[in-house]
């Protein structure tokens, strides 16, 4: 089972205020590089849309993202009901070495 890439697309929900998901999602990323099997989990912010975000993750296999969807943080994320999910999709790297 090798690495895995991750781009997922996000919207705010409607009546959402922008920046309170944009912290939220800082937060949601700040603890998630801390996951054992994370490799990069970074937050973008459309510039021509800011109720508009897209995650870039690199996990280590499918298992270690199948445990963050576990974890008290991303749980209390979901929780808060702040985005829906737009797209997902599951990468395989051709350039990348694994060591």
Request: glycine residues 4%; charged residues 20%.
């Amino acid at each position: 089972m090798g690495q895995l890439w991750i781009n997922a697309g996000l919207v705010s929900e409607v009546n959402q205020d922008t920046d309170e998901v944009r912290q939220a999602l800082h937060a949601l990323a700040a603890s998630t590089v801390e996951e054992a099997g994370c490799i990069k989990f970074e937050v973008l912010q459309h510039q021509d849309n800011p109720s508009r975000f897209t995650l870039w993750e690199h996990w280590v296999n499918s298992d270690a993202l199948s445990a963050h969807f576990n974890t008290v943080h991303t749980l209390a994320y979901l929780d808060r009901n702040l985005t829906k999910v737009t797209y997902i999709e599951k990468l395989t790297c051709v350039t990348y070495k694994e060591e």
